[in-house]
């Protein structure tokens, strides 16, 4: 754990935790928090951030790097500088143990958490189908990088044992690992799916952990911010196979899930289970208000998520500015224009928030731009669910910005939608409940 102190707090302090927040979209995200805070908020107030990163000399450089960037913004004056300070943990999220530790760290040494932005994720090896990309890139420029085809993810990549030291393995050659929920002295060590875990269920143990120190955020309640992915098709998702394994489309998987539990979380009909989520360690009663889940996604940013060398990296770049000066909505490009929709997130006055579901329905909110690359955050189509849970609802954008074969929301999609989302918080409380009694 590391705390980087920059002057005395005022008694106004917001606190944001950031996960993944060394790299890329992350570490773009905390640079623009920083920023806005800075200029919307009054001088009174303070920020802050909470930095999760894998390493404790990430953790220093991370901060270090933050810090340079405040007192060199243009947009900071050396009075205003001191107004933000930050504060780093450890966080390995695709080992539980790590979860727990970072989340007890937190507990005994932060008053409070106004805002989780869960962003940290892997995409695991990606596997290209380079003769269709090429194609794709010259003669379907706009949709191919923006609902990519040409590509697909490993199978079954697993964690390393939670439980054991014996090597990780991948999880079709793993049927010896018994996958039963039943705990016994003795019983084998359930599989846990690295994206799987990496992407959202490390981080529902790691909220679930912290709720303690969201109850104190009530007035507002606290907001726990889901990033996303533009492309969560319906059909990369399957009950079956919560964690993604017997997919080559377990990254999608993972985000269609994030898309799922955010948009029905505030639904009666997973309240018996939001209810156990909310519900603090050791204690009896669920938190009242509920902190408030969004989801979002960051647009196409030209991160590494995906890593390929140089040539094809700055290639890929290319493809981008084309398709949006072509009339793409969602290619964001750079990681600054793609923190835009999770940094409104976090700093709206739950006023405009509450205001704008009130109009239009819970929705996903996306970084967009236009042409000329200014940005906007829009709300994006979700399978079953539409723009915002509301038959009829339409887009701005026509059809470039939606998926091919994408159907208008109808009354029954909708009530698919929640009944879907009620068996997945079923689901994830009965894993987390599992896995809890099995670290003890």
Same mark, same amino acid.
């Given at each position: 754990?590391?705390?980087?102190?920059?002057?005395?707090?005022?008694?106004?302090?917001?606190?944001?935790?950031?996960?993944?927040?060394?790299?890329?979209?992350?570490?773009?995200?905390?640079?623009?928090?920083?920023?806005?805070?800075?200029?919307?908020?009054?001088?009174?107030?303070?920020?802050?951030?909470?930095?999760?990163?894998?390493?404790?000399?990430?953790?220093?450089?991370?901060?270090?790097?933050?810090?340079?960037?405040?007192?060199?913004?243009?947009?900071?004056?050396?009075?205003?500088?001191?107004?933000?300070?930050?504060?780093?943990?450890?966080?390995?999220?695709?080992?539980?143990?790590?979860?727990?530790?970072?989340?007890?760290?937190?507990?005994?040494?932060?008053?409070?958490?106004?805002?989780?932005?869960?962003?940290?994720?892997?995409?695991?090896?990606?596997?290209?189908?380079?003769?269709?990309?090429?194609?794709?890139?010259?003669?379907?420029?706009?949709?191919?990088?923006?609902?990519?085809?040409?590509?697909?993810?490993?199978?079954?990549?697993?964690?390393?044992?939670?439980?054991?030291?014996?090597?990780?393995?991948?999880?079709?050659?793993?049927?010896?690992?018994?996958?039963?929920?039943?705990?016994?002295?003795?019983?084998?060590?359930?599989?846990?799916?690295?994206?799987?875990?990496?992407?959202?269920?490390?981080?529902?143990?790691?909220?679930?952990?912290?709720?303690?120190?969201?109850?104190?955020?009530?007035?507002?309640?606290?907001?726990?911010?889901?990033?996303?992915?533009?492309?969560?098709?319906?059909?990369?998702?399957?009950?079956?196979?919560?964690?993604?394994?017997?997919?080559?489309?377990?990254? *999608?998987?993972?985000?269609?899930? @994030? &898309? !799922?539990?955010? +948009?029905?979380?505030? =639904?009666?009909?997973? $309240?018996?289970? %939001?209810?156990?989520?909310?519900?603090?360690?050791?204690?009896?009663?669920?938190?009242?208000?509920?902190?408030?889940?969004?989801?979002? *996604?960051?647009?196409?940013?030209? @991160? &590494? !998520?995906?890593? +390929?060398?140089?040539? =094809?990296?700055?290639? $890929?770049?290319? %493809?981008?500015?084309?398709?949006?000066?072509?009339?793409?909505?969602?290619?964001?490009?750079?990681?600054?224009?793609?923190?835009?929709?999770?940094?409104?997130?976090?700093?709206?006055?739950?006023?405009? +928030?509450?205001?704008?579901?009130?109009?239009?329905?819970?929705?996903?909110?996306?970084?967009?731009?236009?042409?000329?690359?200014?940005?906007?955050?829009?709300?994006?189509?979700?399978?079953?669910?539409?723009?915002?849970?509301?038959?009829?609802?339409?887009?701005?954008?026509?059809?470039?910005?939606?998926?091919?074969?994408?159907?208008?929301?109808?009354?029954?999609?909708?009530?698919?939608?929640?009944?879907?989302?009620?068996?997945?918080?079923?689901?994830?409380?009965?894993?987390?409940?599992?896995?809890?009694?099995?670290?003890?």
């Amino acid at each position: 754990m590391l705390t980087m102190q920059q002057s005395e707090e005022p008694s106004d302090c917001t606190y944001v935790l950031v996960t993944g927040a060394n790299t890329g979209l992350g570490f773009a995200t905390c640079c623009r928090l920083a920023d806005e805070f800075l200029t919307t908020r009054p001088t009174s107030q303070s920020l802050k951030l909470i930095v999760s990163t894998r390493s404790a000399k990430k953790s220093k450089d991370t901060v270090a790097r933050l810090q340079h960037h405040v007192s060199s913004s243009p947009h900071t004056k050396a009075i205003s500088a001191s107004r933000i300070s930050f504060h780093a943990v450890q966080l390995d999220l695709t080992s539980l143990r790590s979860v727990r530790v970072a989340a007890q760290e937190l507990l005994s040494s932060v008053p409070t958490i106004d805002t989780i932005i869960c962003n940290a994720g892997i995409a695991g090896p990606v596997i290209i189908n380079w003769p269709q990309a090429f194609w794709a890139a010259i003669f379907d420029p706009i949709y191919s990088v923006t609902f990519p085809y040409f590509a697909r993810g490993s199978l079954g990549l697993l964690t390393k044992p939670q439980l054991t030291t014996a090597p990780a393995k991948n999880a079709t050659e793993s049927s010896a690992v018994s996958t039963s929920s039943s705990i016994s002295s003795g019983a084998s060590e359930p599989l846990l799916g690295e994206i799987f875990s990496a992407n959202i269920f490390g981080h529902y143990l790691f909220a679930h952990a912290l709720t303690p120190l969201l109850a104190h955020a009530s007035h507002p309640p606290a907001r726990i911010i889901c990033v996303s992915s533009l492309d969560t098709p319906d059909y990369a998702f399957s009950l079956t196979d919560l964690q993604g394994l017997t997919t080559t489309q377990a990254y *999608h998987s993972s985000k269609r899930l @994030t &898309d !799922i539990l955010a +948009l029905t979380a505030s =639904l009666p009909t997973s $309240k018996p289970y %939001t209810d156990k989520f909310f519900t603090p360690p050791g204690r009896s009663r669920p938190l009242a208000p509920h902190p408030r889940f969004y989801v979002c *996604h960051p647009g196409i940013c030209a @991160t &590494d !998520i995906f890593p +390929l060398i140089f040539i =094809l990296k700055w290639m $890929k770049i290319l %493809t981008f500015y084309v398709a949006r000066w072509l009339g793409s909505p969602w290619h964001s490009i750079s990681t600054r224009k793609g923190a835009c929709a999770p940094v409104w997130l976090a700093l709206a006055a739950q006023e405009t +928030l509450d205001s704008l579901e009130e109009q239009g329905g819970l929705g996903k909110w996306g970084s967009a731009t236009d042409a000329g690359g200014s940005e906007r955050v829009r709300r994006t189509e979700v399978d079953g669910w539409g723009y915002g849970g509301k038959v009829g609802q339409g887009t701005e954008f026509g059809n470039k910005g939606r998926r091919r074969g994408a159907k208008d929301l109808t009354v029954e999609d909708r009530e698919a939608f929640e009944d879907l989302g009620r068996e997945a918080w079923k689901e994830m409380e009965a894993l987390r409940e599992e896995w809890e009694e099995r670290l003890g």
